[in-house]
């Protein structure tokens, strides 16, 4: 079976879609046919009649992918608001299945699947279902993007034992660095007390960048630990 990741967060604004444009850039520098989803994005802004998905945008960008961006982003919002909550808003609803398929085909047609769900885990993403459900049906290992800050160790500690209690498979946690501060004494020692506590392996760290264009790309040895 070919390899896919589910990347969710331990919060909004975490780093999810940085990560996947980081891995989505460096597999595909190192040969490999990238494919991406952003199965539901809201916040949309408007431009005319059309919504715009910045983050499905920037990974079909980094991936190079030549699918079409209604099957790498098939429902979009401008609402703000948890995916199942956002399509009620916009007056329609989510069928994971009608992702699952889409995710199919484009395994197909990829090497490698990159998935970003959006918030957290628990985040309902259609009716009775949450963005866990999703990644169980796509079957998909886990990755768990965490933010290098103060409460990050509560908020990780808590995904990663949600999606234990789901049967998912956690890949690894990979830490943003969202802010250029120095204060925060915390982010000296998270990486290594969330590998501790957690038992789950902080996969890379990704510095703090004030600009898209300067996420950093893997080195071979971070891109073997994914294949």
Known sequence: MKSSFFITGTDTNVGKTEAACVLASSFRGAGLKVGVMKPV????RLLGEKMIPKDALRLKEASGTLADLDLVNPYRFTAAAAPDLAARLFGASIDLE?????FIGLQAAHDLMLIEGAGGLLAPAAEGKS????ALLLG??????????LGTINHTLLTVSCARQMGLDIKGIILN????????????????????L?????LFEIPYSPGQSNLPVLGKRDIEKFL
Not at 131 to 134: E, K, S, V, W
Not at 198 to 202: E, F, H, I
């Open 140 to 149: 998909a290992p886990v990755l768990i993007v965490s933010a290098n800050r």
């Open 41 to 44: 994005e809201t916040g949309c």
């Open 98 to 102: 009608r992702i699952k398929d889409i």
């Open 198 to 202: 957690s038992g789950v392996p902080v």
């Open 131 to 134: 963005m866990a459900d999703l």
């Open 177 to 196: 660095n969202p802010t250029p501060s120095n204060e925060d004494i915390s982010r000296e020692y998270n990486r290594t007390h969330l590998e501790r």
